[in-house]
């Protein structure tokens, strides 16, 4: 019997039905049991992000709330004031926005573009009851000028669509002008740009000071004995037994003018008068670095345990120094380990909120702070979303670059 029968024959078609079936059902047992876990990251990680993309984008305040102004303003050119029919669609959609106490709400959404108009909508809103009659353009003007702007009227025709451009273009220190074209917003309002910068630059700082203090303790790690390099271990990891906030009190209390360390330092003759060492980017960088610092040293001391002792004692043999065989030999195979811990360091930087808000001062904040100012006090989830959205895109585009530069596939974790 020839190899084609035996593989043609109806056993042997059964055999391999019978197989797939078999190996359809082991990939169905394990997609079963990654569910919860493909669940779990999309209800609480996947859509809050898409969310929060989306809230920066969309904004249908304006068109839900106004919907005869925006009908009336969508055969409006742009040029001047809209014409009276606009004016009437406008007075009737106040009388209803007072009606169902949704006039605040408007006025907060003009407000975001137009300071001061929170309250001018109100009272115009409440004024406009008593319209019954045109010409209502010349009628709403009187209640109050803001009717009779030309940037108000962009705004509102702006607002026809669900979606805006308006959070992200503020979150880039640009905005809207009168006419509607993109321009810069003056320099005693253009906060956020500074912030970007204020962010990377600190998440930078903070990510070359755990490497170069967290590389020698990370090498002793790896080189103790056994029973050194665990008591070692055990001071390293003993900070994540307590929380962020506990630490960095902690360094309120430690660098504080009459704290322990300027005590320590002025009884020392160092300096004769307290140093300002908190409240400041000094105390925000120490605070940091301390809190980070696990996480650098952690994914470096995973690579250097698989590092063998006889590469740097083949290389000592040859006739290299010790500095030399450290610089050539082992130091490049510890590379994987630096990028992993340099990065996991730096992106969690970025998101950093309690420790600036605590132990930095006014010009210390970082995005994050933003983001909990428009969400806590101002209830603008459109501007905490746009900052959120771009340092998300950040965070993405450093990723893209370092793994284009470095290669994601030579970080090991151990």
Same mark, same amino acid.
């Given at each position: 019997?020839?190899?084609?029968?035996?593989?043609?024959s109806?056993d042997?078609?059964?055999?391999?039905t019978? +197989?797939?079936l078999i190996?359809r059902?082991?990939?169905?047992k394990?997609?079963?049991?990654?569910?919860?876990?493909?669940?779990?990251?999309a209800?609480?990680?996947i859509?809050?992000?898409?969310?929060?993309?989306?809230n920066?984008?969309?904004?249908d305040?304006?068109?839900?709330?106004m919907p005869r102004?925006?009908? =009336?303003?969508? *055969?409006? &050119?742009?040029?001047?004031l809209p014409?009276e029919?606009a004016?009437?669609?406008?007075?009737? &959609?106040?009388?209803?926005?007072?009606d !169902?106490?949704?006039?605040?709400e *408007?006025g907060?959404?003009?407000?975001?573009? +137009?300071?001061? =108009?929170t309250s !001018?909508?109100?009272?115009?809103?409440?004024?406009?009851?008593e319209?019954?009659?045109?010409?209502?353009?010349?009628?709403?003007?009187?209640?109050n000028?803001l009717?009779?702007r030309? $940037?108000?009227?962009?705004?509102l025709?702006?607002?026809?669509?669900?979606?805006?451009?308006y959070y992200l +273009?503020r979150?880039?220190? +640009?905005?809207?002008?009168? $006419?509607?074209?993109?321009?810069?917003?003056p320099? $005693?309002?253009? *906060?956020?740009?500074? =912030?970007?910068i #204020?962010?990377?630059?600190i998440?930078?700082?903070v990510?070359?000071?755990?490497?170069?203090l967290?590389?020698?303790?990370a090498?002793?790690?790896?080189?103790?004995?056994?029973?050194?390099s665990?008591?070692?271990?055990?001071?390293v990891?003993l900070p994540?037994?307590?929380s962020?906030l506990? #630490?960095?009190?902690?360094?309120?209390v430690?660098?504080?003018r009459?704290?322990?360390?300027?005590e320590?330092l002025?009884?020392?003759?160092?300096?004769?008068q307290?140093a300002e060492?908190i409240f400041?980017?000094f105390?925000?960088?120490?605070a940091?670095?301390?809190? !980070?610092?696990p996480?650098?040293?952690?994914?470096?001391?995973s690579?250097?345990?698989?590092?063998?002792?006889?590469?740097?004692?083949?290389?000592?043999?040859l006739?290299?120094?010790?500095?030399?065989a450290?610089?050539?030999?082992?130091?490049? !195979?510890?590379?994987p380990g630096v990028?992993?811990?340099?990065l996991?360091?730096?992106i969690l930087?970025?998101?950093?909120?309690?420790t600036?808000?605590?132990?930095?001062g006014p010009? $210390?904040?970082?995005?994050?702070?933003?983001?909990?100012h428009y969400?806590?006090?101002?209830l603008?989830?459109?501007?905490?979303?746009?900052?959120?959205?771009i340092?998300?895109?950040?965070?993405l585009?450093?990723?893209?670059v370092f793994?284009?530069?470095?290669?994601?596939e030579?970080i090991?974790m151990g």
């Amino acid at each position: 019997m020839t190899l084609a029968h035996v593989v043609g024959s109806p056993d042997s078609v059964l055999l391999r039905t019978k +197989l797939k079936l078999i190996e359809r059902r082991r990939k169905l047992k394990a997609f079963t049991l990654v569910l919860p876990l493909l669940l779990f990251i999309a209800i609480v990680f996947i859509l809050p992000i898409g969310r929060m993309i989306l809230n920066a984008v969309h904004d249908d305040t304006l068109l839900r709330l106004m919907p005869r102004t925006m009908a =009336a303003l969508n *055969i409006w &050119d742009g040029r001047g004031l809209p014409d009276e029919a606009a004016y009437a669609a406008l007075a009737n &959609d106040l009388k209803e926005a007072w009606d !169902q106490k949704t006039a605040s709400e *408007i006025g907060r959404r003009i407000n975001y573009e +137009l300071p001061g =108009a929170t309250s !001018q909508v109100t009272s115009s809103a409440r004024k406009a009851r008593e319209l019954s009659i045109g010409p209502y353009k010349t009628a709403l003007i009187e209640i109050n000028p803001l009717w009779g702007r030309h $940037d108000l009227w962009t705004l509102l025709k702006r607002g026809a669509s669900a979606y805006t451009a308006y959070y992200l +273009l503020r979150s880039m220190d +640009l905005q809207f002008g009168s $006419d509607g074209e993109i321009v810069p917003t003056p320099e $005693d309002k253009a *906060i956020f740009r500074d =912030a970007f910068i #204020r962010t990377l630059s600190i998440s930078l700082g903070v990510t070359v000071a755990t490497l170069l203090l967290g590389y020698p303790v990370a090498y002793l790690l790896a080189t103790l004995p056994a029973r050194s390099s665990n008591l070692l271990m055990i001071m390293v990891v003993l900070p994540f037994w307590t929380s962020v906030l506990v #630490r960095t009190t902690a360094w309120v209390v430690l660098l504080q003018r009459n704290g322990l360390v300027n005590e320590a330092l002025m009884n020392l003759h160092v300096i004769s008068q307290p140093a300002e060492l908190i409240f400041n980017r000094f105390g925000t960088m120490v605070a940091m670095t301390h809190i !980070q610092l696990p996480f650098t040293i952690l994914p470096i001391y995973s690579v250097m345990k698989t590092i063998s002792p006889n590469y740097v004692r083949a290389a000592r043999s040859l006739g290299a120094g010790p500095f030399y065989a450290f610089w050539k030999v082992y130091f490049p !195979q510890t590379l994987p380990g630096v990028a992993a811990g340099c990065l996991l360091t730096f992106i969690l930087c970025l998101g950093y909120y309690i420790t600036p808000a605590l132990v930095g001062g006014p010009a $210390d904040q970082m995005v994050s702070y933003f983001v909990a100012h428009y969400l806590n006090e101002e209830l603008n989830w459109g501007m905490a979303s746009a900052l959120g959205a771009i340092l998300l895109a950040t965070t993405l585009l450093l990723y893209y670059v370092f793994n284009k530069l470095v290669g994601v596939e030579r970080i090991k974790m151990g």
